[in-house]
Structures are given as C-alpha cells and as structure tokens.
C-alpha cells in the first residue's frame, strides 16, 4: 500500500511525465517502481510468465500512451493495478473465445499450467495455495490476490475493480472460506 511520501512522488512523475524533456526518463523510474508489483498481480491472475510479460508490456503501453491523461482522481499505484487487471481479464477473456471452453473449464486449464510449471511440488504449501487460488472463480480470485498478496485495502481495491467496498469484503470472505476448504480437503 503506498504511504504519503509514494503519493507525492508519484505526482512529481506524472508532473514530469508531461514535461516532454524529462518524459522518458519519468517513465523509465515509474516501471522501475511498479513493474515488479504489477508483474506479480498479473502474473497470478493468468500463471505464466511469458504471459505475463506480454500482459505487463500492454500495461506499459496504455500508461504510456494515457499518463499525460491522468487526473490524479485515485492515486498512480490504484491507476496502474485498474489498467494490469483490466489487461489480465481482457487477455483471459480471449483465451476463453479462442479456446471456446466453459468457465469452468478455462479454470482447469489454469490449474493444469500451474502444475506444468518447471518447479511444481504438489507437497510444498505454497503450490497448495496456487491451486486454491486458482479453483476460485476470476472475481474472487482477483479480489483474494489483490487483499492477500498486495495487502491492498478495500477501498483502493474498490478503486481498482469498481465495485463497492462491501461487495468487495463479501467476496474476500468467500474466497478465504473456500481456499481454507481446499486446503483442508487436499
């Protein structure tokens, strides 16, 4: 969660981004600041790196193309995390289309590349987690990652997803109940 100091740094970059001289070099320190946090959260939502760096290269490019746009309305690091959320969903959206699979299914075949991956270990808890992250359905599973991983408070996720900060606890709870019954069960 970012702290005054990030907040005020961050208007300093978008400040700087629409000075034409020092808009590369703005740009450059925002993706230094941001690509890790956001490759991660992209990076959960459709499991493969390769994937998610063609997702995180989308992301850049849309930030580059509409900073100078940017309002300030919500705070950088929410902006940032509405545009890689809405990139992942987009992207999932069109494997579903070119796949024609059902939800469920397309589920599946999230959790079948999570335990493709090279360094897979059914045993090691944090594998275990990834499969229950991975069986919920896409909103719980977004709204899980955002809370549990990034530590994102509900009302900059409410920020994030568009959805009322109540919705946004309601589902939470939803998604730690079913990943606790995963658990247990496996």
Partial sequence: ???????????????????EKLREASFTQLVRKYQERLYWHIRRMVVEHEDTNDILQNVFIKVWKNLGEFRGESNLYTWLYRIGTNEALTWIDQQKRRTSVSLSDNESVFSERLTAQKDFDPNKIEWK??????????????????????????????????????ALKGSYHHAVKKVEAFLKDN
């Fill in 1 to 19: 969660m970012p702290d005054i100091t990030d907040q005020v740094n961050d208007q300093m970059l978008v400040a700087s981004f629409k000075d």
């Fill in 129 to 166: 987690l990834q499969q229950a992250i991975q069986s919920l359905p896409e909103k719980q599973k977004i709204v899980f990652n955002l809370r549990y991983y990034d530590e994102m408070p509900y009302e900059e996720m409410s920020g994030v997803l568009d959805t009322s900060v109540g």
